[in-house]
């Protein structure tokens, strides 16, 4: 089965512009998953999706973080405006269920804020 | 903080070794665990995972402990290979209410030397 796709893989941008991530799941996975993942650091939940519905949004900075999943397919990630602590690789990941299946990830987009 | 942490940040091994890569979890309702692979630029990539309700569990050169009397859980991978080197992670899943959320530890940077 093809993975979690994921564009773009790179994305330079100043700080205060706006970004945006694409992310298509695994076919058929009803959760996806929005993480965050600094250099050295294992990923942190930014979002979760359950179809097109919020499951859990509590470590999104809502300031200038925000998310979609429209259809209950596809999702976007938006930063507006960027901020140099944004820096990091934003990875997509989908699960089959929400219990107890393991998620598979993207390989990410990595940011850099100049 | 991390509920997930890991004793060993760097480990480096012989090919052909068997590597043993630890993780302590702080959760005591955690009950679903991952292991998740992660190459340079590129996600997660899932191993193995195992329920609270087993104590081991077997896949392809690789084998999972969950010790939940310390909390402790680890990877043991036989016959270690060059492609074997990447950071570990170690994630747990609390599935407490209705939320199902996993956490990841920090990685162990495993290195095979030839």
């Known amino acids: 089965e093809a993975g979690v796709a994921q564009s773009p893989r790179y994305k330079i941008i100043e700080k205060r512009q706006s970004v945006a991530f694409w992310c298509n799941p695994i076919?058929?996975?009803?959760?996806l998953y929005w993480y965050q993942q600094i250099l050295g650091q294992g990923p942190k939940l930014l979002i979760q999706?359950?179809?097109?519905?919020?499951?859990?949004d509590s470590q999104l900075p809502k300031d200038r973080f925000s998310a979609e999943r429209l259809k209950g397919v596809d999702s976007t990630l938006k930063i507006q405006p960027a901020k140099l602590e944004d820096s990091a690789v934003y990875l997509c990941?989908?699960?089959?269920?929400?219990?107890?299946?393991?998620?598979?990830f993207g390989d990410g987009t990595r940011l850099s804020i100049l | 903080g991390e509920s997930v942490g890991l004793h060993l940040p760097t480990l480096s091994v012989q090919e052909g070794d068997n590597s043993i890569i630890n993780c302590a979890y702080s959760?005591?309702?955690?009950?679903?665990f991952i292991w998740y692979k992660q190459e340079s630029g590129k996600g997660p990539q899932f191993i193995i995972d195992?329920?609270?309700?087993?104590d081991k569990r077997q896949g392809q050169r690789v084998t999972v402990l969950l010790n939940k009397t310390v909390k402790h859980l680890s990877l043991q991978i036989a016959a270690t290979q060059p492609g074997d080197s990447a950071v570990y992670f170690c994630?747990?899943?609390?599935?407490?209410?209705?939320?199902?959320?996993?956490?990841f530890g920090k990685g162990t940077l495993l290195t095979v030397n030839p």
């Open positions: 959760n005591s309702a955690s009950d679903y």
């Open positions: 076919s058929g996975h009803a959760t």
């Open positions: 999706f359950q179809n097109n519905g919020v499951v859990d």
């Open positions: 990941a989908s699960s089959s269920s929400p219990i107890n299946q393991p998620q598979h």
């Open positions: 195992i329920r609270s309700n087993m």
């Open positions: 994630a747990e899943n609390y599935s407490g209410g209705s939320n199902y959320k996993l956490t």
